[in-house]
């Protein structure tokens, strides 16, 4: 954080990942942190964190049943909360008829008292692991959201701004099994791939495709989570388009010291705000059936930004395919689907040239990405001649964009 701040790069949450936790042989048996990593506690951490650092919202990651192999039941917390006690000896919050809400609601109000505002619940998926043959899978995962959120309402639950639904702090991570996604009520911002492997080569591109094609399903219920990644991987920018695209939440997880301001900044305003599009992104029409992977063409991922007197998109590009050291295909104005069409056609910006371009009623715009290459493009109508491109050193440019 403090090598963030020396290098003005904005930070609107930090979350402190797997590795603080009290636990035994994989078993949570506190709900405070490692006294050995932490002597300070949790508290002493979010003091310095929003005291000296003034960053706004603090998380903490754990599992859904606690840790990995969930509670040690002989633990304080573990004889002090009913567990269903599984398979292989790994006990959970019970998730029978609301018995497990206590367990979350006196972590997570330990968690507020100490300054703390959202989590990150992963392992929503390990529930089989536990309960397969015990309880119906559908009941076990249905019963621990219950829990979970129910305790996270009375903690993590933000106020209603305006006429909006009031949001709740949780992310939730390895969850696109139906016995979890069926059962979020208040919840909606959900991790969308497997894990940023910063170590695997091909990594960058199988993610940003997993990432791509799953938010058709995942954008109808929750924003979609496009994971982590790190400002000083080689394919960063590659990443950081993807995740601007994404229209969910952006998290880095950088070795101190080796971020990239100009990766970076592109993505927020100074206050640590997201230029995002209205809604999550989504496949263009044209790759949504054609695998993106094996063809040699790109992948495109289109988002809109409508504001009162103006509307525009932005079509991200890129090369995901497995073999093919060039692939080839075209920007067209119908790609962001709802564009307003104007008789005098669309300016496009290619944020990877810095040119504009203009594309008369039926052209289209020749794109060609080498190997792990991608770009950005801004969409425009022309109206009486004029055509708004944004913040041309941010990603999505449109965005800031009040009114025209």
């Not at 669309?346 to 040239?353: K, L």
Request: aromatic residues 10%; negative net charge; proline residues 6%.
């Amino acid at each position: 954080v403090r090598s963030f701040r020396a290098k003005r790069i904005p930070l609107g949450f930090v979350l402190v990942d797997d590795g603080w936790l009290s636990v035994k042989n994989d078993r949570l048996t506190a709900y405070g942190a490692d006294a050995a990593k932490f002597p300070n506690g949790l508290e002493g951490l979010a003091k310095n964190l929003r005291g000296e650092y003034a960053v706004p919202h603090l998380g903490v990651w754990h599992t859904f049943q606690g840790y990995w192999s969930g509670v040690d039941p002989e633990s304080p917390i573990g004889r002090a909360h009913p567990l269903f006690h599984g398979q292989d000896n790994k006990s959970l919050p019970d998730p029978r008829g609301g018995k497990g809400e206590g367990f979350y609601s006196d972590w997570y109000r330990q968690l507020k008292g100490w300054g703390y505002d959202f989590v990150k619940v992963d392992g929503q998926a390990n529930n089989i692991r536990f309960t397969d043959g015990l309880l119906p899978l559908f009941d076990s995962g249905g019963g621990s959201q219950r829990n979970l959120e129910g305790a996270a309402r009375k903690y993590f639950q933000d106020s209603a701004r305006g006429r909006e639904a009031p949001g709740l702090g949780v992310i939730n991570c390895m969850e696109m099994t139906l016995e979890n996604a069926f059962n979020w009520r208040d919840s909606n911002v959900a991790r969308n791939s497997d894990d940023y492997l910063p170590d695997v080569a091909q990594n960058y591109a199988d993610h940003v495709y997993q990432n791509a094609y799953n938010a058709l399903w995942l954008s109808n219920f929750a924003y979609p989570d496009w994971d982590m990644f790190q400002s000083h991987d080689p394919r960063a920018e590659f990443h950081a388009a993807a995740r601007a695209v994404s229209g969910g939440p952006v998290n880095v997880t950088d070795e101190g010291g080796k971020e990239r301001a100009e990766v970076l900044r592109p993505l927020a305003f100074s206050d640590g705000r997201l230029l995002m599009p209205d809604e999550p992104g989504q496949v263009t029409r044209d790759t949504l059936l054609t695998d993106a992977a094996l063809e040699p063409v790109p992948l495109k991922v289109f988002g809109k930004v409508s504001r009162p007197g103006y509307e525009a998109g932005v079509v991200a590009a890129f090369n995901v395919n497995k073999s093919a050291e060039v692939v080839a295909g075209v920007v067209r104005a119908s790609d962001v689907e709802g564009l307003p069409s104007a008789a005098a056609g669309v300016a496009v910006y290619r944020r990877g040239a810095g040119r504009a371009f203009h594309l008369g009623t039926g052209q289209s715009l020749p794109v060609s990405l080498a190997e792990g290459g991608h770009d950005l493009y801004t969409l425009s109508p022309i109206e009486a001649g004029f055509a708004a491109f944004g913040l041309l050193d941010k990603y999505v440019g449109p965005a800031p964009l009040v009114s025209v």
